[in-house]
């Protein structure tokens, strides 16, 4: 009797119809407020111009009305860092500015460069002062420059400790006690860990809820991901995979619009987590994936879903939904136990390429953004900019996976962003919108790659550890974000190109390996290990099965009317 799989039973049941459509819609809804967890950090963390705040100098400034620009001038030792001239943000002149004679009308003169050279400087004693008028991020309201200026990077390496251990936890927890489950539960911990940020009173409560929130929010978005994925047929997987993460782009977009805004920091961040909240209602909207309850023996639920499902799409299943019973459970008792590490059910080089190439795709990227919060310009203007490159990315992954495979777009997307990130870094300032362009290029390229490497994860790993595979995998992006700020804040310390040529690195090595993995256009997803390791063997059998059928279903065949 021919085994019938899961993407049989949704050959009748509707590969992408009404209900998928639905429950995808609602979904995608999840990766927009991602966005603002995952790269809030630009408005949320900003550092705008600062220097010592000195109380003889503010008195000296309420008496002349000078401004803080007119302030910093004449009152702000310079500095040469990296062969430039700028201003001191960390150190401050050590004199009693009453006893200096300074005047309000030329204080130019009063104060040479002669006695500036030869006053006494020290390291900033009565906090800062911000260039940031009626705004405020967390680094104005805990002082978190020079020496705490470490913090800033904790708070976005502090997120992906969250998102490293939430992923495998979360991971586990989709393939042990269901996608649908750990989905509600993550966005339950989102909601109160979120709203903690926000209520933080200091850095240290900060940082912490904020290693709590991560937890929840990157394993939710992956069951998600791999529910939606496991709902419909083969054909329109990979183009639900590339537009669910294409609403992280539309939060992208959305996020400077609601920081220009948004003023305060502790508000922004409940903006971005109230929509966490409102997902606890999918309880009532979105189903289990059948597929997960057939590889956890529960077929009567499954069939029920399934049932659901084609009653949504207008759609009438055969008997033939009653094979499937035993099928996919005979599949996963054959495959291994539960306990199996991931590691096994592929090669260990498909294994290394795809966490490599995770954590490439997390450096870069998430690098690239965090950069246009040190470049100086606007801020708001130069985010949204970079994340309208971000819809073409899209639209060249859709176009090209299905014409071309899987394996050459994506590695010649991280090749293309590595070589941009060099050509970036060799652009002087003064070609500033030619040095934009290259850099936008680099964006779509690395863009391209990290949306890619997600669902060709998900198609490389068998139904009974997908969600934990995907997950497991993702641990190494989660390792690449709590690197990427540390790369980014303290070479450009040093030089503010150096980060790009250590990303550009990183991609050209990414893009040579993802050479290694096998091509996944047009296979089914996995139910069991042989269909991974000897895919044309499962192809072949299933071709076998149709054709003992074929004599059965012409003998049935009613006769034509002529």
Sequence with gaps: MYSYTFDDILEEAGKFGRSQKRIFALL??????????????????????????????????KSCGWNLMDTRKITVPVVNTSGVLVHSQCEQYELDWNATGLTCDNPESDLTDAH?????????????????KGRQSFVTEFDLVCADAWVVDMYQATLNVGFFIGSIAIGYLADRFGRKTSFLVSNLLNGIFGILVA????????????ALYGFGVKGGWVAGYVLITELVGVEYRRTVGVIYQMFFSVGILILPLISYFITDWRWLQVVITAPYILFLSYYWFIPES????????????????????????????????????????????????????????????????????????????????MRLGILGGNVYIDFL?????????????LFTIDRIGRRLPFATANIVAGAACFITAMIPETMFWFKTAVACIGRLGITMAFEMVVFVNTELYPTFVRNLGVSVCSTLCDIG???????????????????????????????????????????????????????????????????????????NKEPETV
């Design 290 to 369: 059948p597929r997960w309850l057939l590889s956890q023996h529960n077929a009567k639920k499954a069939v029920e879903i399934t049932e659901a499902i084609a009653k949504e799409n207008k759609k009438t299943l055969s008997k033939n939904i009653e094979n499937i019973t035993g099928t996919l459970i005979a599949l996963v008792v054959t495959a291994h136990n539960y306990t199996i590490s991931f590691t096994a059910t592929i090669d260990p080089s498909v294994n290394n390429c795809c966490l490599s190439s995770r954590f490439t795709s997390a450096v870069v990227y998430q690098g690239l953004i």
């Design 199 to 210: 209520w933080s009173p200091n850095w240290v409560s900060m940082l912490v809820f904020r």
């Design 28 to 61: 995608c809804m999840v990766s927009m407020p991602w966005a603002g967890v995952y790269v809030g950090i630009v408005f949320q963390g900003f550092t705008p111009e600062h220097w010592c705040r000195d109380s003889g100098v503010s008195q000296i400034r």
């Design 385 to 397: 900019i970079s994340g309208l490159v971000e819809f073409p990315a899209a639209f060249l992954i």
């Design 116 to 132: 500036r050279s030869k006053a006494p400087m020290t390291s900033c004693k009565e906090g800062w002062e911000y260039d940031y």
């Design 481 to 555: 974000g709590i690197v990427a700020p540390f790369l980014l804040y303290r070479l450009a310390a040093i030089w503010l190109e150096l980060p790009l040529i250590i990303f550009g690195a990183l991609a050209f090595l990414a893009g040579a390996l993802v050479l290694l993995l096998p091509e996944t256009r047009g296979v089914p997803l996995p139910d069991t290990i042989d269909d991974i390791e000897f895919p044309e063997k499962s192809k072949e059998l299933r071709r076998k099965e149709m054709i003992m059928l074929l004599p059965a279903a012409m003998t």
